[in-house]
């Protein structure tokens, strides 16, 4: 058995991790920022894949800036696997065995759920929601320029809340698992779930009804899948 530890040796391990977590972003940033460049250039291409758009800045720093930003954003992607092992190691040891294994099995799907909400954002909403408002302009015949920071503004707004939003399967796993809720509970709430998703939806998505139902249906399929994983972990449990 493990020695038990000090407060003063818990606060040393802390400050400890912390410091190799500083030290894995500023390592992802430094390697990010040499692909920085080529990742923009990919990043804006996508904008221009409609004759209707053309790019522009109106500060001679804008596009070095949106640079600067995509470096840190990828530094930090980098980085997330690291800073998950030292949150994992400083919480382990006081954890019981069901909680080690909710843990294991928690950290990989959670990365993996963020990673296919943000796949999904980026080649199917991100696509037809810019169609939409580049039709939407075509129509009032207005011209479509847009600065290398609004586009990845537009971007990180869609992908990053759906990478968020795909994490509600795991949280109602772990839920079901310590018997917060049931799968029976979940189905019989369903039709409020749905009001509360088309919430979620409207905050989430850009402000229009297309950008809203793309939203809303993986939302609503992530619910019903959760209710399955419940039911699994009732299964479990027992």
């Known amino acids: 058995m493990d020695k ?27 390697v990010s920022f040499v692909f920085a460049h080529r990742a923009l250039i990919y990043v804006l291409n996508t904008a221009k894949t409609n004759a209707a758009v053309e790019l522009v800045q109106f500060r001679f720093s804008d596009t070095f800036m949106s640079e600067f930003r995509l470096a ?29 294994r909710i843990l294991y099995f928690g950290l990989p799907f959670a990365t993996l759920m963020f990673l296919l909400g943000w796949s999904f954002g980026w080649f ?11 039709d939407i302009a075509a129509s009032a015949d207005i011209a479509n320029k847009i600065t290398p920071a609004a586009y990845l503004d537009f971007v990180l707004g869609i992908c ?19 018997g917060l809720v049931s799968s029976r509970l979940l189905s019989r709430i369903r039709k409020y779930a749905f009001l509360g998703i088309l919430v979620l939806a409207a905050v989430l998505s850009p402000p229009d009804v297309v950008s809203m139902t793309i939203f809303l249906v993986p939302l609503y399929g992530l619910y019903e899948f959760s209710i399955l994983l419940a039911r699994f972990a009732e299964k479990r449990r027992k």
């Open 4 to 30: 038990p530890q000090s407060i003063m040796d818990h606060l040393k391990e802390l400050r400890q991790r912390i410091v190799y977590t500083l030290l894995a972003v500023v390592i992802g940033i430094s």
């Open 72 to 100: 840190v954003i990828a530094g930090l992607v980098l980085a997330f696997p690291f800073i998950l092992y030292q949150l994992a190691a400083f919480i382990l040891p006081a954890l019981r065995p069901s909680e080690r």
């Open 124 to 134: 199917v909403v991100v696509p037809i929601t810019k169609r939409f408002f580049i």
């Open 160 to 178: 990053n809340p759906l990478g968020i939003a795909f994490e509600l399967p795991l949280v109602i796993l772990i839920v079901a698992r310590i």
